[in-house]
């Protein structure tokens, strides 16, 4: 399985800003997925981020709001913009790689705006 | 459209005991993978076990092993010798095997269980 990290681990953030989270893999991964999850619920999948192309979005979420990059195999980010209370959740990252079927989470970010 | 169905929001076991948590799907696919996740307070989600829908024998990991019932559409979660650290939400999720590019999970709303001394 992959190893994934992400930064920040959480952080406190001011409405109107914005906050760039990244994540990155120890191996080369096919598909990255990202994810809002509010305490204590379910997993909302927000976009699929694939190498060299543009980031699938679910639908309610735009590009304007959640832009994604995704340079390389390895790492990708995640920006969520112009942040209201509204975006306070966690946010995890995910990979699967090659033919596996298998997703793989990284530990999250919890994000809090005020 | 496929969805996943947890109907216990929270269960409860005594340590050591068994405990069985419920998850049901809907899909017109033939094929397909089922999950179950373990999120702990600490938040990082684990993955647990995993069903292909083309065999027929259960999958076992250690203490956890499931009872795939692939006409009824089930795919239950039996915890056998529960220990503190089995603590956590418990998500169910599915993914279509001919998913091409769109290899996305679908979720239930979890369980959470805890574990009693």
């Known amino acids: 399985s992959a190893v994934i990290s992400q930064k920040p681990s959480r952080d406190i953030c001011q409405r109107g800003t914005s906050l760039t989270i990244q994540c990155q893999v120890d191996s080369q991964v096919t598909m990255m997925f990202w994810y809002r999850q509010q305490p204590g619920q379910s997993l909302t999948l927000i976009a699929t981020a694939n190498q060299g192309s543009e980031a699938t979005y679910e639908s309610g979420f735009v590009i304007d709001k959640f832009p994604i990059s995704r340079p390389n195999l390895t790492f990708s980010t995640l920006t969520v913009s112009n942040m209201s209370p509204e975006d306070s959740s966690i946010y995890l990252c995910?990979?699967?790689?090659?033919?596996?079927?298998?997703?793989?989470f990284g530990p999250g970010t919890r994000l809090t705006v005020t | 459209a496929q969805t996943v169905t947890q109907s216990q929001p929270e269960m409860s076991v005594q340590e050591a005991e068994t405990v069985t948590l419920s998850c049901t799907y809907d899909?017109?696919?033939?094929?397909?993978?089922l999950f179950w996740y373990k999120q702990p307070p600490s938040r990082q989600m684990i993955l647990v076990i995993r069903?292909?829908?083309?065999k027929q024998q259960n999958a076992t990991e250690n203490r956890f092993s499931v009872n795939f019932q692939k006409a009824a559409k089930s795919f239950s979660l039996k915890i056998s010798d529960s220990q503190l650290g089995d603590a956590a939400m418990y998500f169910c999720?599915?993914?279509?095997?001919?998913?091409?590019?769109?290899?996305?999970?679908?979720w239930g709303l979890g369980t959470s269980l805890a574990v009693n001394p």
């Open positions: 999720a599915y993914r279509a095997l001919n998913a091409g590019n769109n290899r996305k999970l679908i």
């Open positions: 899909t017109s696919e033939s094929d397909y993978y």
């Open positions: 069903q292909e829908a083309y």
């Open positions: 995910s990979v699967t790689s090659g033919n596996s079927y298998e997703q793989y």
